[in-house]
């Protein structure tokens, strides 16, 4: 098991030293050609377990990827336990030892939007150990060889209803340096999904320092998505942003988040892109959504949809789901098989967020997405950025490889499995 044997080489350093780790962890799987030497390069992506059949695991290309998570370990009022109920746990052993057999690491993510809830109360001084325990211990039972943390968000309430404390990022800190001293621990790749903006601190603002983060991660994954969606009051906005300098709506970016958390002592090489295989639909009139020559207007009033009748784990209504994948826009007919806008569609790609927005004037549905463009761009991004590599969330939304494929041949990416 590659994996297995890469990490169990780089034990010692993992506590002092997360840069030199990510070195040797991944430099026998994917690099990146940089003139007459190569760097190491993540190609990662989550996969979600409530999904998961024996048919959609082996059909995953594994040696696209350096890295897959599992989603989700679920946090519990118990700290001592995580909850992988809802996410296949009949299949997860079937997942690592293919990645295993790929040269793949394999890695469990704990949280997630709806399963954040109890984060706070259980990295707290009193329960950490238990934690980190229970963390072990889904480590161990299956093999994995790290660990993504998903906490969303430290010091916020998240969906609505997760505990907080303005002492989480202190104590986030603290239960991963414990982590790191449990004898698993110390020999895990340990990564974490954040947003867009850095963690927020005891008086609730951005913090600028979070180099104690970057010696205890082997790196972050900044979810450079959802930027706009449904809750935008400004009109129809992208996604996954690159830029947004030169848009009248400026709601945040992966140029401006990079800058962020590299400001904040996190350094370019333990920075991975997150990025979308999906896109989120908005319902615009064709009088809203069309100039008087049939091209697309930007940022278009939409029609909010309702909410469902379902409510969440907080007791609030569920938003109707307005995500899509690319895969699925495929299958509805938005997409031809190669990705570029099928007939009868009014297709834009907006050079300012370097992202495609696509409309269907018989449904009067409108998507932000990503495209083979789009990714192409953002993995040109992450080469002149000298980043580690990208995370898409998630795995089973892509089509024929066409995202990966187009993200990891912008970044340069070659294989040396």
């Known amino acids: 098991m590659l994996a297995s044997v890469l990490l169990s080489a780089l034990a010692a350093s993992l506590v002092t030293a997360a840069p030199?780790?990510?070195?040797?962890?991944?430099?026998?799987?994917?690099?990146?050609?940089?003139?007459?030497?190569?760097?190491?390069?993540?190609?990662?992506?989550?996969?979600?377990?409530?999904?998961?059949?024996?048919?959609?695991?082996?059909?995953?290309?594994?040696?696209?990827?350096?890295?897959?998570?599992?989603?989700?370990?679920?946090?519990?009022?118990?700290?001592?336990?995580?909850?992988?109920?809802?996410?296949?746990?009949s299949y997860i052993s079937s997942f690592v030892q293919q990645a295993h057999n790929h040269g793949t690491m394999a890695s469990i993510t704990v949280g997630g939007w709806t399963g954040s809830t109890f984060f706070s109360s259980a990295v707290t001084p009193?329960?950490?150990?238990?934690?980190?325990?229970?963390?072990?211990?889904?480590?161990?039972?299956?093999?994995?060889?790290?660990?993504?943390?998903?906490?969303?968000?430290?010091a916020a309430s998240g969906i609505g209803c997760n505990l907080m404390s303005s002492s989480d990022t202190q104590n986030f800190l603290a239960f991963l340096q414990q982590l790191r001293q449990d004898p698993t621990g110390k020999n895990l790749y340990i990564s974490a999904a954040v947003s867009p903006t850095?963690?927020?601190?005891?008086?609730?603002?951005?913090?600028?320092?979070?180099?104690?983060?970057?010696?205890?991660?082997?790196?972050?994954?900044?979810?450079?998505?959802?930027?706009?969606?449904?809750?935008?009051?400004?009109?129809?906005?992208?996604?996954?942003?690159?830029?947004?300098?030169?848009?009248?709506?400026?709601?945040?970016?992966?140029?401006?988040?990079?800058?962020?958390?590299?400001?904040?002592?996190?350094?370019?090489?333990?920075?991975?892109?997150?990025?979308?295989?999906?896109?989120?639909?908005?319902?615009?009139?064709?009088?809203n959504a069309l100039d008087t020559s049939g091209n697309l207007v930007n940022h278009p009033p939409f029609t909010k949809a309702p909410l469902t009748t379902t409510l969440d784990q907080c007791g609030n209504a569920e938003p109707t789901v307005d995500t899509i994948e690319f895969a699925v826009?495929?299958?509805?007919?938005?997409?031809?098989?190669?990705?570029?806008?099928?007939?009868?569609?009014?297709?834009?790609?907006?050079?300012?967020?370097?992202?495609?927005?696509i409309y269907n004037p018989t449904t009067q549905l409108m998507v932000s997405y990503d495209d083979p463009q789009s990714f192409t761009a953002k993995g040109q991004f992450i080469a002149s950025n000298d980043l580690l590599g990208f995370a898409m969330w998630d795995a089973t939304g892509d089509y024929m490889d066409l995202l990966v494929d187009a993200i990891s041949t912008g970044a340069g990416v070659t294989s040396d499995c």
């Open 20 to 89: 030199s780790a990510l070195e040797v962890s991944s430099s026998a799987l994917l690099t990146v050609a940089n003139g007459s030497t190569s760097t190491p390069f993540i190609s990662a992506a989550w996969y979600p377990g409530w999904g998961a059949t024996n048919t959609s695991l082996s059909s995953l290309n594994w040696e696209k990827y350096s890295l897959l998570y599992w989603a989700f370990a679920v946090t519990t009022s118990d700290p001592s336990k995580l909850d992988l109920s809802a996410s296949g746990p």
């Open 126 to 154: 009193q329960n950490r150990t238990m934690f980190v325990q229970a963390v072990v211990d889904v480590v161990n039972q299956y093999g994995f060889d790290g660990v993504d943390f998903d906490w969303e968000y430290p």
């Open 198 to 287: 850095t963690f927020v601190g005891s008086d609730g603002t951005p913090m600028t320092n979070l180099s104690d983060f970057a010696a205890v991660l082997d790196h972050i994954n900044i979810m450079n998505y959802d930027i706009n969606g449904q809750w935008t009051t400004s009109g129809v906005g992208p996604n996954a942003p690159l830029a947004d300098s030169c848009s009248t709506l400026q709601t945040g970016s992966a140029t401006d988040a990079v800058k962020a958390w590299m400001a904040a002592g996190i350094p370019a090489n333990q920075i991975v892109l997150g990025v979308p295989s999906y896109g989120h639909s908005f319902n615009v009139t064709s009088a």
């Open 329 to 357: 826009m495929i299958s509805q007919g938005f997409l031809n098989s190669d990705g570029t806008p099928a007939n009868g569609m009014t297709y834009q790609f907006d050079n300012c967020s370097q992202t495609p927005f």
